[in-house]
């Protein structure tokens, strides 16, 4: 090695891991320099992660396109509310709860539908929905009908004797960035797992897969499952911020709306869909988009995601990150 | 007590015949395109809105108005099927779901963003009543039966004897063979998806004076009130398609008056939901395919 | 080769409709053999391989693979529990994926004891796969893969898509590999390498092969037996010089 070359390694540096920590640092001490409506935004951004993180490994990962997580998220909404209001239990437990509810009732669901065929799958998700807000709308004894559920409590931890509340939007953003935090690690670490090359590998050739000893129909129901739970968290915490529920949780624009932060931030990567989710949520939040113009927007997308760009955002985020790493 | 169930059993094939109308357009454009139309609730809403906005800010008659509301709609889908539509044959079934779901979004929000999200109310229409087997019954609502019929004896008409109607046959059955044998798929396509957005908007046109609130978000539900009856109907299936229409028209009918209104709009999916689950071998196939 | 025979099927009944696919076959495959089946377009050989396989139910009929009853199982038990693995006609691969994902995927249902343990983030799962990549990576350089080994599938030659194939059937160390017309659709020069692997297999690792294949020249070279089909009937069984001699096997290939 010649001195010549040790000067030309000096010069290359990898930009990567000092990015990745002013990222962390900007996330840690946004606050600091955002105002509320801001934080709010990305406080909604982050709600909807978790949902879209569970709808990318049914989606990008194995391949099944479903409408239904406006469906868990709803449940999860309602559950972590209903207890809330009903029993005061801490947040962590209805946290739980929700995710673990509508991990639970995806069972039942997934059994008959995972034997449809693609089309029809997507339309007995778009059913769960459905269904799910007429039964929000009709079982009033239990979720009070249209009227919902309001007043639900602040999120509050009790561990023996020590309680705190989370009041205010700078504790609300984070506990909801910690709980981003976790959830996108556990999606990545699924996703590193033999089990998340088992759910590629269904994606790109199911009876392929199937001949090499995965059990392709297990792992479909198990990843519904796992969606569902994701989708249950995000409608916790979306019932704890907004303090109200309603049978419009049930509704396709959640659905629809996750769709297009996995769809446009890029299926099949954990970064696509975190960057997804800031950009088509918090941005349009922030900006205080008008509802209907944000649905054009996501009908448009939709439309050039289809015909344009299958991979949404993934390929230059992909060149943003290599190009960091190669910087001279 | 007969006479009650008998007169909800009118109102049902009333229902029926609106659905009908709307539902053979989105079982014909699955038979050519091989696609789910989410977005074709949407043509009904732009047919009612063609016809309202005539009738509001021109003051035009009704029976104008009705063309007008089909013209206006038959505009819209031209663009949409030359952009959009045509790039849907020969795709993946993803495909359609994704790009309809996104022209549903485009097309319904357009409307409420130019025209506000509130109810309008929609003025024109027979609705004189009259009296037929000593039934009173609106104008209107004998008016839209009677162009189901008239929509279903034409439909099979064309699709008997019109060069149109066998092309539409022949790429719904083997859309490979078509190319080979000189039917311009594309076209085809088109128009078929012209002809049953038309359709949809027809029957928003005649049902509005019946329902009489207009307003943007109404193409959805009729969305989710097709998609069972074309389904069920057996996809492509013209016939089928009739008489799951008049099945779920009735059943809504009987379910609101006696079970609760708050089910009715609830009985075309839900029952959707159990003929998927229960007996899905029944409707599709599975096979081990590359 | 003496010894229960590895696969034994008997009976085997498939019908679509009116039309009898396979009618009462009846066969076997000793172990370390090397068995051919061959006949006619239309005998039947691939339905009789879609039920044996468990891509398809038979109507009547019992598949035993190494003394235990397998019928009915489905295709992925099949593979991961019997070591029963097959080929498809048209040479197919994880597209998006490079070779050696490919590779490992094709292994990892039988080191990982079952659908839970391979969502497993700890030390066990990573030495498990860490033994999968060694593998694969043995395999890519046997088969000459190893400059391509981080290219995606899909973009590779036709001819490097079945050795990838082939390799990922011997990633689990299978006890019967069922090959589905090896030599379809390549190119002569790439049939001597596909020979080659087949009988390295089946002397290196002991693995047993039933082969459908059209080309007689390679079904008399590699098989020790063959059986022939003949509109859903098993018209002849025997070693190949027999059976190129048979008469009734020459009427069912040039006759109707």
């Known amino acids: 090695m010649s001195p010549n070359d040790l000067s030309l390694s000096a010069r290359r540096r990898d930009l990567r891991l000092p990015f990745g920590a002013a990222l962390a640092a900007a996330a840690c001490l946004a606050p600091l320099f955002l105002g509320n409506y801001a934080l709010h935004a990305i406080i909604i951004a982050l709600i909807f992660l978790l949902p879209a993180h569970g709808l990318n490994l049914l989606v990008g990962y194995t391949g099944l396109l479903s409408l239904a997580q406006a469906a868990f998220f709803g449940i999860g909404a309602y559950t972590s509310g209903l207890m809330a209001v009903r029993f005061g239990t801490p947040f962590y437990l209805n946290f739980l709860a929700a995710g673990v509810l509508a991990g639970a009732i995806a069972l039942p669901l997934g059994i008959p539908a995972l034997r449809l065929r693609a089309t029809s799958f997507v339309m007995c998700t778009l059913g769960f929905v459905i269904i799910g807000q007429a039964i929000a709308k009709n079982w009033i004894s239990l979720t009070r009908g249209d009227m919902g559920l309001s007043g639900i409590p602040k999120p509050y931890f009790a561990l023996g004797p020590a309680s705190f509340t989370i009041s205010g939007t700078t504790s609300f953003y984070y506990l909801v960035l910690v709980i981003a935090v976790i959830g996108t690690l556990a999606a990545y670490l699924i996703v590193r797992s033999a089990a998340g090359r088992n759910m590629v590998a269904i994606r790109e050739n199911e009876t392929l897969a199937e001949s090499v000893g995965i059990p392709t129909w297990r792992y479909k129901l198990v990843v519904f499952m796992i969606s569902a739970a994701f989708a249950g968290l995000g409608g916790s915490i979306y019932a704890h911020y907004l303090t109200v529920v309603s049978p419009l949780t049930f509704q396709m624009y959640y659905s629809t709306t996750m769709l297009i932060i996995v769809l446009g931030g890029g299926a099949g990567t954990i970064s696509g869909v975190v960057f997804g989710s800031l950009l088509f949520v918090g941005l349009s939040e922030a900006l205080r988009v008008a509802p209907e113009v944000r649905m054009i927007a996501y009908g448009l997308c939709l439309l050039a995601l289809v015909f344009w760009f299958p991979k949404g955002f993934a390929p230059l985020i992909d060149r943003f990150w290599s190009f960091l790493g190669e910087r001279k | ?290 | ?256």
Not at chain 2, 214 to 223: A, F, K, P, Q, R
Not at chain 3, 133 to 150: N, P, S, Y
């Open chain 2, 1 to 290: 007590m007969l006479s009650a169930i008998f007169e909800q059993i009118v109102n049902g094939i009333v229902s029926g015949s609106v659905y009908a109308i709307v539902a053979v357009g989105m079982t014909m454009i699955f038979g050519v395109l091989r696609a789910i139309n989410f977005a074709h609730g949407e043509y009904y809403m732009l047919g009612t809105f063609g016809a309202w906005f005539a009738i509001e800010y021109f003051d035009l008659p009704y029976p104008i108005a009705i063309v007008i509301g089909v013209i206006a709609t038959s505009i819209i889908a031209v663009v949409v099927g030359k952009f959009v539509m045509q790039r849907i044959v020969g795709a993946p079934p993803e495909t359609g779901v994704l790009a309809t779901l996104g022209i549903a979004l485009v097309l319904q929000n357009t409307v409420i963003l130019i025209f506000g999200g509130g109810y309008k109310f929609f003025s024109g229409g027979y609705i004189e009543p009259v009296s037929i087997f000593g039934f009173t019954l609106a104008e209107q609502r004998v008016l839209i039966i009677i162009v189901c019929i008239l929509v279903f004896v034409g439909l099979e008409l064309m699709v008997t004897y019109s060069r149109m109607g066998k092309a539409m046959r022949a790429v719904s059955q083997n859309i490979e063979c078509c190319a080979v044998v000189g039917i311009d798929v594309p076209q085809v396509a088109l128009r078929t998806f012209i002809l049953g957005a038309c359709l949809a908007a027809l029957s928003g046109v005649l049902t509005a004076p019946v329902n009489v609130s207009v307003y943007g978000g109404m193409g959805e539900i009729i969305t989710f009130k097709t998609l069972p009856v074309i389904i069920m109907g057996g996809l492509g299936n013209v016939r089928g398609t009739f008489f799951a229409a008049m099945i779920l028209g009735i059943a809504e009918s009987l379910v609101a008056t006696y079970v609760g209104l708050q089910f009715r709009d609830t009985v075309g999916f839900a029952t959707l939901m159990l003929v998927l689950m229960w007996r899905p071998h029944g409707l599709f196939s599975a096979q081990a395919r590359f």
């Open chain 3, 1 to 256: 080769m003496t010894g229960l025979p590895i696969l034994e099927i008997s009976g085997l009944n498939k019908s679509y409709g009116a039309v009898r696919a396979v009618d009462d076959v009846s066969l076997h495959v000793n172990r370390g053999e090397i068995c051919g089946l061959i006949g006619p377009n239309g005998s039947g050989k691939s339905t009789f391989f879609d039920c044996a396989t468990g891509l398809s139910k038979p109507n009547a009929g019992t598949v035993k693979l190494d003394g235990q009853d397998i019928t009915g199982w489905s295709l992925n038990r099949i593979a991961r529990e019997g070591r029963m693995l097959r080929s498809f006609q048209k040479t197919v691969v994880f597209s998006a994926l490079d070779v050696e994902e490919n590779l490992v995927i094709a292994g990892q249902m039988f080191t990982f004891p079952g659908l839970w343990s391979t969502f497993g983030i700890g030390a066990m799962a990573r030495t498990r796969v860490e033994a999968l990549r060694e593998r694969a990576r043995e395999f890519i350089k046997i088969a000459g893969l190893w400059d391509v080994r981080h290219q995606p599938a899909g973009k590779l030659s036709g001819g490097q898509q079945k050795l990838i194939q082939f390799a990922s059937m011997l990633m689990p160390e299978p006890k019967l590999i069922l090959l589905d017309e090896p030599m379809a659709g390549i190119n002569p020069k790439l049939i001597e390498r596909v020979v080659e692997s087949i009988r390295f297999a089946n002397q290196k690792f002991g693995v047993s092969f039933l082969v459908i294949e059209h080309n007689i020249d390679v079904v008399t070279d590699i098989c020790e037996r063959i059986v022939v089909l003949d509109q859903g009937r098993k018209l002849a069984e025997g070693t190949p010089d027999e059976i190129v001699r048979n008469q009734a096997v020459r009427e069912a290939y040039l006759g109707g």
